[in-house]
Nanobody
Framework: QVQLAESGGGLVQAGDSLRLSCAAS????????MGWFRQAPGKERESVAT????????DYADSVKGRFTISRDNAKNTVYLQMSSLKPEDTAVYYC?????????????????WGQGTQVTVSS
C-alpha cells in the first residue's frame, strides 16, 4: 500500500511562487507515475500536471502551462510541483496521486493512491 503525504501549501500573494512536495512510502516509487490535482470550493477535481516513471514524459493543464513545473526525485521518493506567477484562481486544495502505470493520466479515476491534500491560497 502506497502512502502519499503532501506539504508546502500556504497563503501567498498573486505573482508569488510556491513549491509543493509529495513524499511517497510503502511502494516502489520508480514504478509509479504521479499526478498533481486540485480542487477549488464548489468545483470538480482537476488535473494540474502528470509525470511518468522516470520523468521522460510530463503533461500540464492549459491553465498552468508555462507557470507550473512537475518533477520527481526517485532517490527521495518525492514528486514536486513548482508553481510560479500564482493567480487567485490557483487557490485550491492540491492533491498528489499515484498510479501503477508508466505514464500519468488526467482522469482522477485512473489513480490508485491519493494524499490528503494541501491548501494553497493566493490573495490578490
Amino acid at each position: 500500500q502506497v502512502q502519499l503525504a503532501e506539504s508546502g501549501g500556504g497563503l501567498v500573494q498573486a505573482g508569488d511562487s510556491l513549491r509543493l512536495s509529495c513524499a511517497a512510502s510503502g511502494g516502489t516509487f520508480s514504478l509509479l507515475s504521479m499526478g498533481w490535482f486540485r480542487q477549488a470550493p464548489g468545483k470538480e477535481r482537476e488535473s494540474v500536471a502528470t509525470i511518468s516513471w522516470r520523468a521522460e514524459s510530463t503533461d500540464y493543464a492549459d491553465s498552468v502551462k508555462g507557470r507550473f513545473t512537475i518533477s520527481r526525485d526517485n532517490a527521495k521518493n518525492t514528486v514536486y510541483l513548482q508553481m510560479s506567477s500564482l493567480k487567485p484562481e490557483d487557490t485550491a486544495v492540491y492533491y498528489c496521486a499515484a498510479r501503477r502505470l508508466r505514464i500519468g493520466a488526467r482522469q482522477s479515476t485512473d489513480y490508485d493512491y491519493w494524499g490528503q491534500g494541501t491548501q494553497v491560497t493566493v490573495s490578490s
